[in-house]
């Protein structure tokens, strides 16, 4: 956006600018200068949220939470505007007007002052009863004998109308809420918030109350039913123990599965021993067959027959004690054999010290020990063995319980957990019923002194906003306006440049001769001349680059002034002494040293006879005016021969071309000219169309520019300035 032209619109607007926002303040002033004073009550309510002092033990050690507390204040003041309580407000407003008409808040409308004293008793008793059932008022309230509804509505004591001037909001994150009603009353305005406030909080209570009293019936019976669910799933888990002789299957299977444990590893003991004692007899015996007869010799054989005797007595025993269950009496007759062998042993030991007969013995002696050992550690495998398969047994009966007993476990932890979280949920419930939030009156709201006149607000008001209107309506209209009215803009919505602009000129009698021959002064007439002799020197510099002389002339549409300007342009470029040849152009051309008129020839004569009557500086050739095609006429190559005549004997030669509507006439004629400008009207709008055309120009590679006609001089002061 252009800022500049912008404010160059706001300064030629300036007078409305100041005249708009002074009627608009004026008006105002005398619209609020009698306006009835207004009064302004408020009270509080105290909540307690923040309050520290009025939160109990369980409560006050919590961290704030700002969000919800926001939140609670938001609900608290959205249920202060509910039209339950509104209504209860309406019915106390028009009950007190009604009962006391000397007192009443407003005088009365025509519905009131059009009931008889039955009609307002009767009127009495519907809004009490309406009130002590607080009912909500509402449209429905006409259809009985008194139009209940609009006999409030026509005091303003509706919902609607009672809110647009009350404010309800929380002053800086405190703990009160604040109620403000403005009236023409200062009774009004107190009675209004006490009312409110004090029905608000009555019927908040009784809401919260009763919605507690709600939740904890509901809460005491689920959670009965939580209970009766959690004794039921326990009940079946004692009866599942009882029933398998269980009662606690972990710790019993534990039990079990270490004595089998502890059998396995006696019993690996047991072969370890067999194993060791069979390689020691082996080595035994491979000894005594290695010594021969050095053994054979002694008086041992009896004793040997008493010792070998008394073994099978102590095998026969030790089988008899581990098949007998280990019984006591067994194992004492074992002790007594084991005795007497080694009494016996000892000996025939003692005996035969220096008997060669000694050593075979004690190795026989050590051999029949060994073998024992071996007797018994078998015997103990048989005995071992048994009580593992006893075990196994007794574990193996207990995988069955264990996935039974889990599930009766696990349903009957899911039922205590279920039941004590319902347990702590109405625990919670019902404190929170014993501390629930108390809402009290903090300040009751009084009759005050009438609020500052907010009239010079509103005149200031008014001034400034029709201020804005204007700036915005003339901002508005100069967005939308997209004609083109300074050279500035023809070049920045073109893309070329533009050699010069020339006035409109208004005067019914402006041919070329009058207008250069004018001595009266006249403005336009002198401000064309100049305009045209500056674009005379911008069009002379331009050809002079490479002594251009012909100059073709166009435009986007008819109508624009081109030929004028085509004969304005040889009039000038003769006053400098050019001999100038106008072909087409306005026909009124006058010769430059008098006041006749020049001759007309025909550019298509010419091009046949090639023939041309020079007048003394400006000759002029009409062109065809049926706009026949110039290459219909002749070929290229003698059209340009004729050109080249006409080259010689003119300095410039200046063609009237066809407006660019008429595309093929007017390329043909460009095909010649060596130089091409192109003229555009002021205050006209480029459409599309009219792009595509100045694309084609813009194309052409000896197009000079543009000539911005018909300009008006404040639009040409203000482009300059631009």
């Known amino acids: 956006m252009d800022i500049k032209a912008f404010l160059k619109i706001l300064y030629r607007y300036k007078w409305v600018l100041i005249a708009v926002p002074v009627v608009a303040a004026v008006i105002t002033f005398f619209l609020v200068k009698n306006l009835p004073k207004q009064y302004s009550s408020e009270a509080q309510i105290a909540t307690g949220l923040i309050d520290q002092s009025k939160q109990v033990a369980t409560t006050g050690t919590q961290s704030a939470d700002f969000f919800k507390t926001s939140q609670q204040f938001s609900n608290i003041i959205e249920r202060i505007k509910m039209r339950k309580v509104m209504s209860i407000l309406s019915y106390n407003l028009i009950l007190h007007d009604l009962e006391k008409p000397k007192e009443s808040f407003k005088p009365y409308s025509k519905k009131l002052d059009s009931l008889n004293s039955d009609g307002v008793k009767e009127v009495i008793t519907l809004y009490r009863q309406k009130l002590l059932n607080k009912e909500v008022i509402a449209v429905d309230d006409n259809k ?12 303003g004591y509706h919902k609607e109308d009672i809110e647009k001037k009350l404010s309800i909001y929380r002053p800086d994150n405190s703990d009160f809420i604040n109620v403000d009603y403005v009236s023409e009353n200062p009774n009004l305005s107190s009675f209004v918030v006490n009312v409110l406030t004090t029905e608000f909080i009555n019927n908040y209570g009784q809401d919260v109350s009763t919605n507690q009293t709600n939740s904890i019936q509901l809460l005491d019976s689920l959670l009965k039913k939580k209970e009766s669910a959690m004794d039921q799933k326990n009940a079946a888990l004692k009866a599942f123990k009882m029933k398998n002789g269980v009662l606690n299957l972990d710790k019993q299977s534990e039990i079990v599965y270490t004595q089998i444990s502890q059998n396995e590893e006696r019993k690996a003991q047991a072969l370890r021993d067999i194993q060791s004692n069979q390689r020691a007899i082996a080595d035994i015996e491979s000894k005594l067959k290695g010594r021969g007869d050095a053994f ?23 089988d008899a004690y581990i098949d007998g269950g280990f019984r006591m009496v067994d194992k004492l007759k074992m002790d007594s054999l084991s005795r007497l062998i080694d009494r016996l042993s000892n000996r025939m030991s003692d005996d035969n010290v220096t008997n060669p007969q000694a050593s075979k013995q004690a190795l026989i002696q050590q051999k029949l020990a060994l073998e024992t050992v071996v007797s018994q550690a078998k015997g103990s495998i048989q005995s071992i063995d048994r009580e593992l398969a006893v075990l196994k047994g007794k574990y193996n009966t207990m995988v069955p319980f264990d996935a039974g007993i889990q599930n009766y476990e696990r349903d009957a932890e899911l039922a205590t957990k279920d039941y004590m979280t319902s347990l702590d949920t109405y625990n919670q419930t019902r404190t929170e019923q014993n501390v629930a939030l108390k809402l009290q009156i903090a300040q009751v709201g009084l009759p005050g002194l009438p609020l ?6 509103y005149v200031a008001l008014a001034g400034i906003s029709s201020f804005f209107i204007c700036i915005t309506a003339l901002l508005v209209l100069f967005l939308l ?22 006035n409109l000129l208004t005067e019914s009698d402006h041919t070329v001769r009058n207008i250069w021959n004018d001595k009266s002064n006249n403005v336009n007439f002198n401000m064309y001349k100049d305009l045209l002799r500056s674009l005379r020197f911008e069009i002379s510099t331009v050809m002079g680059q490479d002594e251009s002389k012909i100059l073709g002339i166009t435009s986007l549409t008819e109508g624009e ?6 004969s304005s342009l040889a009039y000038a470029f003769a006053m400098i002494g050019k001999k100038v040849l ?11 040293n008098s006041k006749e008129l020049a001759t007309s020839q025909n550019f298509e004569t010419f091009l046949i006879k090639r023939e041309i009557q020079v007048e003394d500086l400006i000759t002029v050739l009409n062109k065809n005016t049926n706009n026949s095609s110039l290459l219909e006429l002749q070929n290229l190559k003698s059209l340009k021969a ?17 407006s660019l509507k008429e595309l093929n006439i007017a390329k043909e004629w460009l095909l010649f000219a060596e130089k091409k400008i192109a003229v555009f009207e002021a205050g006209q709008v480029i459409n599309d169309e009219d792009k595509e055309l100045i694309e084609y120009i813009k194309g052409q590679s000896d197009f000079v520019g543009w000539v911005l006609n018909k300009t008006r001089p404040n639009k040409i002061k203000k482009g300059e300035a631009a």
């Open 144 to 155: 009985g004998k008194y139009r209940l509804y609009d006999i409030i509505g026509s005091m």
């Open 296 to 318: 054979s010799g002694g008086n041992s054989g009896v004793d040997n027959k008493a010792v070998l005797n008394l073994k099978g007595q102590l095998k026969v025993a030790n």
């Open 452 to 457: 500052p006149s907010k009239g010079i607000l």
């Open 481 to 502: 306006d997209h004609t083109i009215h300074t050279s500035k803009q023809l070049a920045s919505a073109t893309g070329a440049p533009v050699l010069g602009n020339l």
């Open 561 to 566: 002034g081109k030929s004028f300007i085509a």
């Open 582 to 592: 106008l072909i087409g152009g306005d026909v009124q051309v006058a010769k430059s």
């Open 642 to 658: 004729g050109f080249d005549v006409l080259r010689k004997e003119f300095d410039i030669i200046i063609i009237d071309v066809n």
